[in-house]
């Protein structure tokens, strides 16, 4: 098994609990001196799957998707392959993700890769003659193929937030641009007389969350700005004070869906400075 495969997965894991569980389920299939081996390591990683598909999909989100329909046999169901797909493209219409992030085609692909691999762990998962102490060599290529299948599924996340946010980029910094101008932030004012944005810098954007017509985003970046103590005649008058700082940021940006997304609206929802460093 690669170990490129189980760090790409990584990157979906939400919780150390999740984290833990994967490290099990290697560790079981890692050893040699048991015939069950691949059978607790089909478990594990099968409950592991369940969990990071259910944590990617809430049911009440992937229901108020356009898109959705139940394709199950219970009532208000949703299939493993809807999960697939919600934690992909979130609500965004088949349509405008094929027109703007990827085909269609490449997320029905996966859904199927990630349904052939559940089916092995559930075949390994129930201990009978057939599926006990099973070769090694059929071992490499199970547990290849459902590894291999989470990982894409986690880097096709990844790359399509990454291709949103290349897209949009510059439209985020536009709007902090704009904030700069006109903002007066609470936890800066209470610092000094007068205090002034200079530059408000992104440096990390992620997707939060994609609805049908809003994408929600957090960025963290450094805001930095000049204080000053007195009047302007106070500094003539060689009495006041300023200086120049930086001081880090979260905010919550909400992205308005056009037509395509370079067409698309982001304002800022929320915007915190954290001034902690400046009171120690």
Aim: hydrophobic content about 35%.
């Amino acid at each position: 098994m690669k170990k490129k495969d189980v760090n790409e997965l990584r990157i979906i894991l939400e919780t150390e609990f999740q984290k833990n569980l994967l490290d099990s389920s290697i560790d079981n299939l890692n050893d040699q001196n048991n015939k069950l081996r691949f059978n607790n390591f089909a478990y594990s990683i099968r409950e592991l799957s369940r969990h990071i598909l259910h944590s990617l999909s809430p049911d009440n989100d992937v229901r108020n998707c356009s898109w959705y329909k139940n394709e199950t046999q219970t009532p208000n169901g949703i299939s493993r392959g809807q999960r697939v797909k919600y934690a992909i493209q979130g609500g965004l219409e088949d349509k405008f993700v094929e027109q703007e992030i990827m085909e269609i085609e490449e997320i029905n692909d996966l859904k199927k890769d990630i349904k052939d691999s559940i089916e092995i762990l559930n075949k390994y998962t129930h201990i009978n003659q057939c599926t006990y102490d099973i070769e090694s060599s059929q071992i490499e290529i199970f547990s290849k193929q459902i590894i291999g299948a989470f990982s894409t599924f986690a880097k096709t996340i990844n790359e399509s937030r990454e291709l949103i946010i290349n897209q949009i980029e510059y439209k985020i910094s536009n709007e902090f641009v704009e904030h700069s101008i006109y903002a007066n932030i609470d936890e800066i004012s209470l610092l000094s007389t007068h205090h002034y944005l200079e530059e408000i810098t992104p440096d990390f954007i992620k997707v939060l969350k994609i609805e049908s017509k809003i994408i929600k985003i957090e960025v963290d970046g450094t805001v930095d700005v000049r204080l000053q103590w007195g009047s302007n005649r106070d500094l003539d008058k060689d009495i006041g004070a300023e200086t120049h700082t930086s001081f880090p940021f979260c905010s919550l940006l909400n992205l308005e869906i056009g037509k395509k997304l370079l067409d698309s609206k982001v304002t800022i929802e929320e915007f915190n400075v954290n001034t902690d460093d400046w009171h120690q």
